[in-house]
């Protein structure tokens, strides 16, 4: 699970993931029939054609698949990432060091009791169809959130606190809250245009990946999409903070890590941040290497595991098929402290990651937490032991653990099979739980997202990408985050619902002062970390390479020293700086760069065969 990240799982989303992963479902007929009109063609040229020769063209290879392309529904890092070049939100963080900056709104204020927001909207933002950008969307776009449950899917969280969204005129929106919200500067929203998607009927099923180009007022303007091969941007020129330096920037999808260094070896794509960071094997190879450079920053994300806390739903109903010995805290302890963060650092990361401890990272210090030394679950293998013995849960002449029925315990851990992490840790898992007398079975699927909708798996590797602003990964572990019946797909990672915990979610969503909200915060992780359904095991490193005879230049966030790839904000793809200036291709999928033709209005790039899911957030997570 992991990522939106959001932006988060990130994820990884982290988006959700993010980090979460939601699998839609796919159109209805009637749903398909309204693509034509959800998306306005700039001109009558051919849906899908090659680059102009002339044209430069920044290419990213990604081995994250697209879980949508409409903003209501994606959670993925990667269609998050890909959502913030397209939209506009209220306000943005700044690159250098994540303060609140201007985006769509120019400026903001509220009432003496904080429950009226008023924002002015830009007057210098267009659709990319050429209709002026008002506070007319902004409003459209928050009610369908407030009153339509399949555009609450991904960020419906930030509308639940909403009382009456308004827009008395064209630059004017107000936010009217059932009590105090701040997150009000931190609406991570993609804005929409209401003109296109007010045609829609069900927000649920519809994908956005049909018709192109896709109205948007982003810094890009998407005008191809083909599943598990690629996504292609061009350069919006009349973007309000100025055009983007590259002419189109290119998402191209590989299932295979190792295929997508050796295409920026070969200078077929630009970028390569793996899945979502490269191994340090990988990084390793690159370093030295002529045209190519490696950074290697603090990430945004978190890597953990996750324990099934009995899948249930808002109705009160349980499903899935967790081992009921999860349910037991002790025994949740026990598997935890049997795990060597250290040695996964050294052994797995190889010092490109730092030990997990809180939920929210480092690089986030205003929110980082980390046990106290009575608190901490430090890697103690006997008093593990100990912990499953006091638990009822003892070894038979075999040297197994068994449960309440009898029967050896033997947990089935869900890993991504595209993600060489998962099945390090599982292996070194395998062998440090054995020694308790537990099983361990990898299920690593190239799909994890159905097994975990339906509850079905003990444990599995998740990670969020998380904001400046922590909420949204605070919100998916809310009861209010769970499906309103098992049949549904609610906006939780893992199933958590713990009354104490959203006392403090409540409580820190109402705290205006940084200080009181941080530590309000702080005490949310100090639950889920009791808790024990979810053990942050490491914070990996930002690593991965690009050309530099392809970039010049790029903006990292933080600037100082910060990730390239899936950042809060479209900052490092808009600020790109082509090395050629003299006209050449840049790379990728420009005209000539590779040999291309279009065949049905689709490209056909080289001798490349392109395949294709999201890791549940992480990387998967959600931005």
């Not at 008093?383 to 038979?396: F, I, P, T, V």
Request: glycine fraction near 8%; charge should be neutral.
């Amino acid at each position: 699970m992991s990522t939106q990240d959001r932006n988060g799982t990130e994820h990884s989303r982290p988006r959700r993931p993010r980090p979460r992963i939601h699998r839609l479902v796919a159109a209805a007929a009637g749903a398909l029939a309204l693509t034509a009109a959800l998306a306005t063609p700039l001109n009558p040229a051919p849906q899908q054609a090659e680059a102009k020769a002339a044209d430069k063209v920044l290419t990213v290879a990604v081995a994250q698949s697209v879980d949508s392309l409409s903003p209501f529904l994606a959670v993925r890092l990667v269609s998050t990432s890909i959502g913030r070049l397209m939209y506009d939100y209220l306000t943005n963080y700044d690159p250098k060091d994540n303060h609140i900056v201007p985006g769509l709104a120019t400026k903001w204020s509220s009432s003496a009791d904080k429950l009226t927001w008023t924002y002015t909207i830009r007057s210098n933002s267009k659709w990319s169809d050429g209709q002026q950008a008002t506070a007319d969307d902004a409003a459209w776009t928050f009610n369908k959130m407030m009153t339509d449950p399949g555009a609450a899917t991904a960020n419906g969280s930030f509308v639940t606190n909403f009382a009456k969204v308004t827009a008395p005129s064209p630059t004017q929106l107000v936010i009217k809250l059932k009590k105090p919200q701040a997150t009000m500067t931190a609406l991570d929203v993609p804005i929409v245009p209401e003109h296109i998607w007010a045609k829609a009927d069900d927000l649920s099923k519809f994908n956005n990946d049909k018709s192109f180009p896709i109205v948007g007022n982003g810094p890009f303007v998407l005008t191809g999409y083909k599943p598990d091969s690629y996504v292609r941007l061009k350069a919006n020129k009349t973007f309000w903070r100025g055009a983007p330096k590259f002419d189109e920037v290119v998402f191209r999808y590989y299932k295979d890590q190792d295929a997508a260094v050796a295409a920026l070896r070969k200078g077929e794509v630009s970028f390569v941040a793996g899945s979502p960071s490269l191994t340090p094997a990988q990084a390793a190879s690159l370093k030295g290497e002529q045209n190519i450079k490696v950074n290697d920053a603090p990430g945004r994300r978190f890597y953990a595991l996750a324990t099934n806390p009995g899948a249930q739903a808002k109705d009160g109903k349980h499903f899935g098929d967790g081992d009921p010995s999860l349910l037991d805290e002790n025994v949740r302890h026990a598997l935890f402290m049997a795990v060597d963060r250290t040695t996964l650092i050294d052994k797995v990361f190889q010092g490109h990651a730092v030990e997990g401890q809180g939920y929210i990272p480092p690089r986030f210090s205003t929110y980082f937490w980390k046990p106290s030394a009575s608190q901490e679950l430090s890697y103690d293998p006997t008093k593990a032991a100990q912990l499953l013995d006091q638990a009822g849960y003892k070894k038979n002449g075999d040297g197994k653990r068994v449960g309440k029925d009898g029967k050896p315990i033997t947990y089935r851990l869900l890993c991504h099979a595209t993600d060489p992490n998962d099945k390090a840790v599982g292996q070194y898992l395998q062998e440090w739980w054995g020694k308790l007398g537990i099983g361990v079975t990898l299920d690593c699927l190239d799909n994890v997202t159905d097994p975990w909708l339906a509850g079905k798996y003990d444990l599995a590797f998740d990670g969020w990408s998380v904001n400046p602003d922590p909420d949204f990964v605070l919100s998916i572990h809310t009861c209010g985050a769970l499906p309103a019946t098992p049949k549904d797909i609610g906006a939780t990672d893992n199933f958590i619902c713990d009354k104490t915990y959203d006392k403090l979610y409540a409580q820190q969503l109402a705290e205006y002062d940084p200080a009181k909200r941080a530590d309000i915060v702080k005490q949310m992780e100090s639950r889920l970390y009791d808790l024990g359904y979810m053990n942050v095991m490491a914070y990996p490193n930002a690593v991965e390479a690009y050309r530099t005879d392809q970039i010049k230049s790029i903006e990292t966030m933080p600037s100082a020293a910060g990730n390239i790839y899936g950042q809060d904000g479209y900052w490092s793809w808009w600020s790109a700086v082509p090395a050629a200036s003299d006209g050449s291709s840049s790379g990728g999928l420009s005209g000539g760069a590779i040999a291309g033709i279009v065949v049905g209005g689709v490209v056909v790039v080289g001798a490349l065969v392109l395949f294709g899911l999201r890791r549940r957030a992480t990387a998967e997570d959600r931005e």
